[in-house]
Each structure stands twice: as C-alpha cells, then as structure tokens.
C-alpha cells in the first residue's frame, strides 16, 4: 500500500467537509486549488517520473477547455458526459500527435519543440477567431448539468480522487518503475530491453488524459475559455507548483497548488504586481529548495 | 559466411567451439567520425560458448566496436549477425532483446535508486509487455545473484552510497540478470582491488560454455587466464585473431603492444 495512506485519508476527508465547513468564496478557491493540483500532478508525471520537461503538456488542458467550450457555446452537445468524452478525446488526440513530433528530440530540443508547438496551438486559437471566439474567447459557458456550485465542488472532488488514485498506482506499478528507470538512466534502460519510445509516448497520452480532465473542469468553473489556456503563462504556473511542492512525489503537485493558487489570490489583493513577487519566488526557490517542499520534508522526517 | 583472411588462420588451429554455431559475426564494418575512422573494416567470428577477448591500446577502436555491436552507434558499413539474424539496423532494444547484454567501462547504473530496484528493472525488461500493471518484485535468483556478489545485504541502500568497486559488481549484476545468450564486457575489472579482480574472473570462468561472451580487459593475467582466442585491434583494425596461444608468441602484437602494465 502507498505509504502515508493515513495522511491522504485525512486531506480526503477535510476537502470532503470544506463546503459545509467554508463560506463559498474560500469553498471556489478549494475548486481551483483542486483542478490546479489535477493539472499539476499531470504535469508531474512527466517532468518527476520519467524526467521530460514539456511546455507542450498544457494542450491537453487547452484542447479539451475549448472543446467544452465550442461544443457548449454552438449548442451542439448538451449532454455532460458526452461533452466529458469528447473533451477527453481531444485532449489525448492532440497529445497524441504532438508527442510523436516532441518525442523525435530529446532533452533541451524536446523542451523547446513541446513550447513551440503549444505556441503553435494557441496562434490557432487567436486566428480561428470564428470557432474559437480569437483573443476574446468563448464565455458565458453554462455547466450542462444541474448541480449548483456545492455539486460542482464534489464532481470536482471525485475527479480529483480518482487522479490521486492514478498517481499512488503510478508510483507502484512497473510501468512507473520503467519511468523512472527512464528518467535516470535512458541509454541503459534501452540496453536491458525497453522500448522507451514507446514508455515516453504512453507516458505523455497518461498525462495528456489527466490534463484534459482539469481543463475540462476548469472550463465549466470559469465558463470561460480563451487563448490563454493555450499559453505559456499557465505552463509556467503548473511548472512552478510541482517543483515547489517536489518533483517525483505523489502530493507535491498538490501542495505546490495550495501554496501558489493561495498566494496569487492573497497577492492580487494588495498589489498588480503579483506575477513579480511570483517570480521572485520561483527564482528563489530553484536556487534554494529545488527539490521541493514535500522532497525535504521526507527527507527531514526520515532523519 | 565471408572468407575472410581472419578466418583462414582460424580455421587451421583447432578450437573447442569451433564446431558451435556462430554466435555473433561480425563482417567489415566500419565507423567514421568526420574524418577520423574510428573502426576500419572489422571482421571476426565468435562462436556460441567461446570467449573472446578483444585486446589492444587505449584509442584502438574497442569501446566503439562494442558500441557498434550493441547499437549505440550505427556503422557506415558492414554487416552485425547474431545467431544468424541480422541486427546491423535494428535498435538498442531490440539487440538487447534478441539476447545481446553488455557492461559499460563507466559504471552505467542508476544511481538515484536502490539496489533492489536496479536489478528489478533487469528482471522486469522480459516481461514488461504482459505485466505492466502489477507490483514489481526482485527475482530470487537475482537475490541469488546479489548474494554471489555480496551485496544482499546492502539491497535497500541507495547506490550512490555505496563503494566504487560495490558500484562496479552492480555493473556487471546488471548485465548478467538480464540473462544474455551474449555478454559484452567492456573492462569489468576497471577499478577494482586485486581480490575483487579474482573474484570477476572466477564469475567470467562460469559463464564459459553457457554463454557467448566477448571481453575487452587490458590486464593480461585476466586476459590469458580466461580467454579461448584473442581478437587484436590497433587503430581501428584488426592486427591478429587467433587461439590464446599464438597471439601470446606473436611477435607483431607483442611490438605494438607491449609493455602492457596493469592499470
């Protein structure tokens, strides 16, 4: 069983009750937090498992936002769990051709082939001003479902119980092993006989579905879409939030969403300049903790 | 099977493996870098049980030939033959899966993971397309192997903890749980402490017979303790391929050559 399988019981079980427990202001913030640590813990998988750093993982959240998006906005799909699939869908196709472009570099190309070709995505996005709505994007978005917001803190929840799970069966099967046989040692991991193409791809198609599942969220949470969710900005944040909260651990990711999404809430209060100070930290956590906050906690408790 | 030169002399000594399929053949290949021609038109055969050590001076071209056999590098020329199927232009992977192993001069280990764990990604490269989803488990005999090299008990320490000549022998524990047909070894005993040397020597003198294995070692004691014949290279080309016996009294390799001191 995954270790501190108490501890994961307990955060379950506090999100459970923060409805009840909070006003609704703080109750949307733990929505974000949620979807962001869904996004985060994607990303996750590639950059702390298997060790590929890909500005091109935000096209799974991109694609299936805009999928909601048009799909809503046009009226042609009302029913959710035909919107769930077909944003999923789309997430993972995209994926699905961009990892086998990104996937023919390695290293420092494949971080800048994934950024272009997310950038790629999001020129699209701002041209195809008739689907997409352009700069403007899609808004006014209405959740084709009946649930109110405490319902849509809950189907936030269970999404992001089930991507938890994802993650803690990650951790111990062999496949995440072969990741992280990957992301120490590639060339020898060819040597004993793996096929790391194709573990790097399924990898990326992995992470690209969980993606999707937060941009999906987050799309009906904001109803609203736009090409921002295709950019770098958001990238960054996700890329921010695993290394603070430790690359290559199950909770990291999410621990890195509380920490950013409440401090750019509690920042944007008092000053514009939130994205400086959230810069700063970044530069300053690289240097000083880079390994993040829940790699030396583990560490400091194992002493 | 090309007659080549090489394979006149071999063929007027005896060998004991002489009547053994061909384990691995390799015929004229070649490998530039620009200019410079690193391996120059290599042809040898090694047959199924021999062992072969491929000996000659620092810069003689042994480590990109091993490189070209198992697929880190692919070759502007020739042709690599494993058990009768050729491998000249399939992947790493693959070769490695047609039953090629091979251990690396530099320790080429995973060093952010425990010992265990090293080893289990040996164990687990079989049968990874049918078994992806469960719990990974270390094969007994891998434990077995463990123990053999005396690091059973340090199965749960990290390896960058632990001694270069420990690091060395999970080297060489990786290449062997893989259960090769063919051994590639590049150096094993680099490093290592006399009685840490004899060690690897007793192991390589097991594996004869069973497996294919093909050597490169500078230490002459090792190389004339163990090996069946002896492939010379110099600058790339091969200068000598014969028995133990003979190239020991040839005097052409004896000249460029000599003066072999341990390392």
């Known amino acids: ?303 | 099977m090309p007659n080549t030169e090489t394979n006149n002399d071999y063929h007027r000594d005896s060998s004991e493996h002489g009547n053994n399929p061909i384990a691995v053949s390799i015929q004229g290949i070649t490998k530039k870098f620009g200019n410079m021609t690193a391996v120059n038109d290599v042809s040898f055969n090694v047959h199924s049980g021999e062992l072969r050590a491929v000996i000659g001076p620092n810069g003689a071209g042994k480590t990109t030939l091993f490189n070209l056999i198992c697929g880190n590098l692919t070759c502007n020329s020739g042709k690599i033959v494993l058990f009768g199927k050729d491998i000249t232009n399939l992947p790493l992977y693959r070769r490695a899966r047609l039953g090629l192993g091979r251990t690396y001069q530099r320790n080429s280990i995973f060093f952010n993971l425990s010992v265990a764990e090293n080893v289990m990604l040996a164990d687990m490269s079989k049968e990874i397309s049918h078994n992806t989803f469960g719990r990974p488990k270390i094969k007994s005999e891998s434990m077995e192997l463990l123990k053999q090299f005396g690091l059973d008990e340090k199965a749960d320490k990290m390896t960058q903890e632990l001694a270069y000549g420990e690091q060395r022998k999970l080297e060489i524990i990786l290449g062997l749980a893989l259960k090769s047909k063919v051994l590639l070894l590049d150096e094993p005993a680099a490093g290592l402490s006399p009685e840490e040397t004899s060690e690897i020597v007793r192991l390589i003198k097991a594996l004869k017979g069973e497996k294919t294995v093909i050597l490169i070692e500078h230490d002459m004691d090792v190389v004339f303790g163990v090996a069946d014949r002896i492939t010379v290279l110099h600058h790339g080309e091969v200068l000598a391929d014969d028995s133990r016996e003979s190239i020991k009294n040839n005097p052409t390799v004896r000249d460029a050559y000599f003066g072999t001191a341990r390392r």
């Open chain 1, 1 to 303: 069983m995954v270790r501190n399988f108490k501890a994961y019981l307990c955060l379950l079980a506090f999100l459970i009750c923060v409805p009840v427990i909070f006003s609704p202001y703080y109750t949307s913030l733990v929505v974000k937090i949620m979807i962001f640590g869904i996004f985060a813990m994607s990303l996750d998988i590639l950059l702390g498992y298997t060790g590929l750093l890909s500005f091109g993982h935000i096209i799974g959240w991109g694609i299936a936002s805009y999928a909601v998006g048009i799909l809503t906005s046009q009226g042609i799909v009302s029913n959710f769990f035909v919107l769930l699939l077909i944003a999923l869908f789309a997430g993972i196709a995209f994926n699905a051709v961009v990892a086998v472009l990104a996937l023919r570099t390695s290293g420092l190309y494949f971080v800048l082939v994934t950024l272009a070709l997310a950038e790629i995505a999001r020129c699209v996005a701002v041209k195809w001003h008739s689907i997409t709505g352009g700069v403007d994007g899609i808004s006014g978005i209405t959740l084709p479902l009946e649930i109110g917001e405490t319902g849509f803190y809950y189907l936030t929840f269970i999404f992001f119980v089930i991507c938890l799970c994802l993650i803690c069966w990650l951790v111990d099967s062999r496949f995440g092993r072969v990741l992280m046989g990957i992301r120490e040692n590639e060339p020898r991991m060819q040597a004993l006989g793996y096929d790391t193409w194709l573990f790097k791809y399924i990898a990326i198609l992995f992470a690209g579905f969980m993606a999707s599942m937060a941009g999906f969220l987050f799309c009906l949470f904001n109803r609203y879409v736009g090409p921002g969710d295709l950019g770098f900005g958001l990238s960054g944040e996700a890329l921010l939030m695993v290394l603070i909260g430790g690359m290559g651990t199950i909770i990291g990711p999410f621990i890195g969403s509380v920490i950013l999404v409440v401090l750019k809430n509690a920042l944007s209060m008092y000053t514009t300049h939130w994205m400086l100070i959230l810069g700063i930290l970044f530069v300053f956590c690289v240097k000083f903790f880079p390994e993040g906050l829940v790699t030396i906690l583990k560490k400091k408790i194992s002493r």
